[in-house]
């Protein structure tokens, strides 16, 4: 089993900034893909940020020049930078990450969400 734990959201004011990180542990062989996704109130989850294990990023466009999505392999963790928040950016905030486990057996793994408010 593989486990992802989220940190780092809260509340700030419209123009703050906040770094969530997103530390996988468990049967791990190989971190591949990574992801940020969020979810506001009565919408769909949508894409904010990816990283592949090749280091090739995707954003939204909501978010790009504002937002900054890494990874730590060596501690197999993502994290997002948020700068230049907006209160549109409000959401519970998660990380996905597509695992090879050391059975070598392939699954898409999500952490619990970590709520993200930004006030006007």
């Known amino acids: 089993q593989v486990q992802l734990v989220e940190s780092g959201g809260g509340l700030v004011q419209a123009g703050g900034s906040l770094r969530l990180s997103c530390a996988a542990s468990g049967s791990i062989f190989s971190l591949n893909d990574m992801g940020w996704y969020r979810q506001a109130p009565g919408k769909q989850r949508e894409l904010v940020a990816s990283i592949t294990s090749g280091t090739n990023i995707n954003y939204a466009d909501s978010v790009k020049g504002r937002f900054t999505i890494s990874r730590d392999n060596a501690k197999n963790t993502v994290y997002l930078q948020m700068n230049s928040l907006k209160p549109e950016d409000t959401a519970v905030y998660y990380c996905?990450?597509?695992?090879?486990?050391?059975?070598?057996?392939?699954?898409?793994?999500w952490g619990q969400g970590t709520q993200v408010t930004v006030s006007s």
């Open positions: 996905n990450a597509h695992v090879t486990s050391w059975s070598m057996s392939n699954a898409i793994y």
